[in-house]
């Protein structure tokens, strides 16, 4: 009895290795000849950053579903939210992983769906090999080799995936085009989030010669071009000027061009994507937040992609959904609308009745929209008036839509392309009248005018021309005030349409030197913050260039300049409308525990300040010095991204800054010491009022306070303290978020602004370099105490130097010191001063 039982223990064990043995280990990155993959099997990079196998889009590699598409990709192995960076079988799916395989077929690696049918191959020469091996490579990379060769290692792919991207470019590769035969290769969208089949977006060098990218719709139609390259960068690409991530190249040799990129820190995990949304983005992944960091996009404007919404759809920017039909039409999928899938466009809801007399009551009418960008292939029409270009398009049946204006009849025929809704002041905007079925129109006020008496009929017509008359009046109103384009989107608005947007500027918002800030509605029902500048002596023409150039600088992290007023004295500026405020609400003015910053929130709040201010000072044609960084300049929108605002005033307030600044409430407590010694002011002062608000972040209290005993605290002298001799940190953190933080994050935090508020300028970081630390691409070592701090600790005295008599103390500070600087600064940012 126990000999049996041992021998079935013996058999267990021996069928339990053999079971081991035959899963799929990760630590294999090849298929080779005899080998297969199927099912949830995959191979994984040496170093295990990159995995291929079946994946279904928004599921993991391993789940099943039987009505789920499946496909072979590769994705990040180590990204938490599965990211699939090349798809072989994109536009034919399997449906069931199980029993299909990918193996080796008569020299090509091939993919067999279910049914046994190849749906994917590697299509190279029939010329047998000995040996095939097909290697998962560690940039993501997938590469066909012939296995034979001594030196397999370094000889060249006879197939890899990089020569066959689909949506995603990735560092190492390269994306170009073949001088002789002028094919190029293409980046192309997915159509939806779930469905990675060839979408109507691509990228792709010029295929006439020049070293210029285009971005195109259903491969006919550019939107967008990078400019050809010039000086080591892309012309219509600033950004690309001082970049600090990536290291880029474009090539021309062996009658090939093409360009490529790579990482200076090869840690950073980064992906450029030709998105479903028609834009080509750059991301980074931050490990931190779990989550893809948009580092670059374009086009900026979403619905400057170009039919977006697809026929009859019309695009109308920051609204949800982006995309929705004109009156009269529907959508022809709901459930591709639902995945943001709108291509297909729409499709009208009732036939047209072509045809039929005017005199008909049921022959076709024109609903008029108003302030619409145009569609595109019109046919241009000599008439003589509205009603001739009216009649001209009602009487023929293929046309869809008309527009008359300034004495100009253009018609359309067919699908209405690249609709956009516009505002009342965008200079592009214009009339369309589209054509409907009659039944499109509300009927309830026929037939009434029968059982009205004459008496009440007069004074129904009385009101009607009274009201045609207010109309002709507001009409008239409106076009003498509408704004006039100055550059790009840049509108110089009439005062008295301010003072009606804001209703006589009743609904204040805030206020400081600059100026007070007020709430108001532009004629579309878009919400704008309007500010009274106060104290401007500017001549109009100066005042005009300067706003003009702020309003050309956009980032994601800048607050958008809408327009501007300028008449004599009154000058105002007219931003876009931040929902949640400034940051100084959210930090130090909580009453309700339910709404406290959290921690996550805070950093990426730190991050998005420090990118936007990195653009202003590095990748605008001239630097832009703030010189008043501070939490109540810091807005917040709905998804609370921080937007830096009044960048560009000290430009417009020149000399008289210095007097605005002094001012201003809360401001002293944010100036550098150079602002009080007299010196030029640089970038790094920017860099001093940057660290000062860090520490707020931190504590969740204004740097000084006055405790209950009649003594002055100081935050930054605490946390210097707290950093230099490696004490709990935590006792530094906000009371209300109750401990819950990333130490290393709140570590991170406290030694950059410690370095940001050095007495020296050339020991304070750039902007740049500070978030590349934030971004975990740099380490930032442990900071010097600052000596204004050393020699002021735990006294109030030491908030002398912030002070407008304290220039002759502060003075004395500008001694070099032998302290280290921080391993993130490499290079001295000397930016020259803008104000």
């Known amino acids: 009895m126990e000999t049996r039982d041992a021998m079935w223990l013996m058999l267990y064990v021996f069928f339990l290795i053999l079971s081991l043995l035959s899963q799929p280990s990760m630590a294999v990155d090849t298929i080779f000849v005899n080998d297969s993959i199927s099912g949830d099997k995959t191979i994984v990079s040496s170093k295990e950053i990159f995995k291929l196998g079946f994946f279904t889009p928004g599921k993991s590699s391993s789940s099943s579903s039987s009505s789920s598409k499946y496909y072979i990709g590769i994705w990040y192995n180590k990204v938490s939210d599965q990211t699939v960076v090349w798809v072989a079988n994109r536009d034919t799916p399997i449906s069931n992983p199980s029993t299909s395989v990918l193996k080796f077929l008569n020299g090509n690696l091939v993919l067999l769906n279910e049914?046994?049918?190849?749906?994917?191959?590697?299509?190279?020469?029939?010329?047998?090999?000995?040996?095939?091996?097909?290697?998962?490579?560690?940039d993501g990379n997938f590469v066909l080799k012939d296995g034979s060769s001594n030196s397999s290692k370094d000889s060249e792919p006879l197939w890899q995936s990089f020569d066959f991207p689909t949506d995603t470019w990735l560092p190492g590769s390269k994306l170009g085009r073949n001088d002789i035969t002028k094919q190029t290769q293409h980046l192309t969208s997915w159509k939806n989030p779930e469905d990675p089949g060839s979408g109507i977006?691509?990228?792709?060098?010029?295929?006439?010669?020049?070293?210029?990218?285009?971005?195109?719709?259903?491969?006919?139609?550019?939107?967008?071009?990078?400019?050809?390259?010039?000086?080591?960068?892309?012309?219509?690409?600033?950004?690309?000027?001082?970049?600090?991530?990536?290291?880029?190249?474009?090539?021309?040799?062996?009658n090939e061009s093409y360009f490529t990129y790579s990482m200076y820190n090869s840690s950073v995990i980064s992906r450029f994507v030709m998105d479903v949304s028609g834009q080509a983005k750059q991301f980074t992944w931050l490990e931190s937040s779990k989550q893809w960091n948009l580092f670059w996009g374009q086009p900026?404007?979403?619905?400057?992609?170009?039919?977006?919404?697809?026929?009859?759809?019309?695009?109308?920017?920051?609204?949800?959904?982006?995309?929705?039909?004109?009156?009269?039409?529907?959508?022809?999928?709901n459930l591709e609308w639902d995945l943001k899938e709108y291509s297909a466009g729409c499709r009208r809801k009732t036939k047209l009745k072509c045809g039929n007399s005017v005199s008909n009551g049921d022959a076709d009418r024109f609903l008029l929209m108003r302030y619409m960008k145009l569609p595109d292939l019109s046919e241009s029409v000599a008439v003589?008036?509205?009603?001739?270009c009216e009649s001209l398009c009602l009487e023929n049946c293929s046309c869809v839509a008309y527009s008359f204006q300034n004495g100009q009849c253009e018609i359309w025929s067919g699908d209405l392309l690249d609709l956009r809704q516009l505002s009342q002041s965008d200079s592009g905007a214009r009339p369309l009248y589209l054509k409907l079925a009659a039944s499109e129109f509300s009927s309830r006020k026929k037939n009434t005018g029968t059982i009205i008496g004459v008496a009440v009929g007069s004074a129904v017509g009385l009101v009607i021309v009274l009201a045609v008359l207010v109309f002709l009046v507001m009409r008239r109103r409106r076009i003498v005030g509408k704004?006039?384009?100055?550059?790009?989107?840049?509108?110089?608005?009439?005062?008295?349409?301010?003072?009606?947007?804001?209703?006589?500027?009743?609904h204040k918002l805030g206020g400081g030197g600059f100026?007070?800030?007020?709430?108001?509605?532009?004629?579309?029902?878009?919400?704008?913050?309007?500010?009274?500048?106060?104290?401007?002596?500017?001549?109009?023409?100066?005042?005009?260039?300067?706003?003009?150039?702020?309003?050309?600088?956009?980032?994601?992290?800048?607050?958008?300049?809408?327009?501007?007023?300028?008449?004599?004295?009154?000058?105002?500026?007219?931003?876009?409308?931040?929902?949640?405020?400034?940051?100084?609400?959210?930090?130090?003015?909580?009453?309700?525990?339910?709404?406290?910053?959290?921690?996550?929130?805070?950093?990426?709040?730190?991050?998005?300040?420090a990118r936007g201010l990195a653009y202003l000072h590095e990748k605008c044609r001239e630097c832009i010095v703030h010189c008043d960084i501070k939490p109540e300049n810091i807005l917040l929108d709905a998804q609370f991204c921080p937007k830096v605002a009044d960048f560009g005033l000290a430009k417009l307030f020149g000399r008289e800054f210095s007097r605005v600044l002094t001012t201003m409430r809360g401001t002293r407590g944010y100036l550098a010491p150079e602002w009080i010694s007299g010196v030029a002011i640089t970038a790094k002062a920017d860099v001093f009022s940057y660290g000062m608000m860090l520490f707020e972040f931190v504590s969740g209290r204004r740097n000084s306070e006055q405790s209950e005993d009649g003594t002055i605290k100081f935050f930054p002298s605490l946390v210097a303290n707290t950093i230099t001799q490696e004490g709990d940190i935590l006792n530094l953190l906000d009371p209300k978020l109750q401990g819950n933080v990333d130490i290393e994050e709140l570590t991170k935090v406290c030694r950059v602004a410690c370095w940001c508020i050095q007495d020296e300028e050339v020991q304070r970081p750039s902007m740049s370099?500070?978030?590349?630390?934030?971004?975990?691409?740099?380490?930032?070592?442990?900071?010097?105490?600052?000596?204004?701090?050393?020699?002021?600790?735990?006294?109030?005295?030491?908030?002398v130097f912030f002070t407008e008599s304290s220039s002759s103390s502060s003075s004395n500070q500008n001694s070099k010191t032998n302290s280290s600087t921080p391993s993130s600064q490499t290079k001295s940012n000397t930016s020259t001063r803008s104000s």
């Open 483 to 506: 704004g006039k384009t100055v550059e790009g989107s840049l509108v110089a608005f009439e005062y008295r349409d301010l003072v009606n947007a804001t209703k006589n500027f009743s």
């Open 201 to 254: 977006f691509s990228l792709e060098l010029d295929p006439n010669g020049t070293s210029a990218y285009f971005i195109m719709w259903n491969r006919t139609e550019q939107y967008w071009s990078s400019g050809p390259w010039v000086d080591n960068m892309f012309s219509l690409v600033p950004e690309m000027r001082l970049n600090y991530i990536y290291n880029f190249s474009f090539v021309t040799a062996n």
């Open 384 to 388: 003589g008036n509205g009603g001739d």
């Open 300 to 333: 900026r404007q979403q619905c400057e992609v170009y039919a977006l919404c697809g026929a009859f759809g019309s695009c109308t920017e920051n609204s949800s959904p982006i995309c929705s039909c004109v009156e009269g039409f529907e959508p022809k999928s």
């Open 115 to 138: 049914s046994s049918f190849p749906v994917w191959s590697t299509n190279i020469s029939s010329k047998p090999f000995k040996s095939l091996q097909a290697t998962i490579q560690d």
């Open 515 to 609: 100026g007070s800030v007020f709430k108001g509605s532009l004629a579309d029902s878009t919400i704008v913050a309007v500010k009274k500048l106060e104290s401007v002596s500017q001549g109009e023409k100066q005042f005009r260039t300067e706003v003009s150039t702020i309003g050309t600088i956009q980032h994601v992290n800048l607050i958008r300049l809408r327009g501007f007023c300028s008449e004599g004295s009154k000058k105002l500026l007219v931003y876009d409308y931040m929902p949640n405020g400034s940051l100084d609400s959210h930090i130090f003015h909580v009453k309700n525990p339910n709404n406290v910053l959290e921690w996550k929130t805070r950093y990426q709040i730190a991050l998005g300040t």
């Open 769 to 799: 370099n500070i978030v590349q630390i934030l971004e975990g691409v740099l380490e930032v070592n442990k900071p010097p105490m600052p000596r204004s701090l050393l020699a002021f600790s735990d006294s109030h005295e030491h908030l």
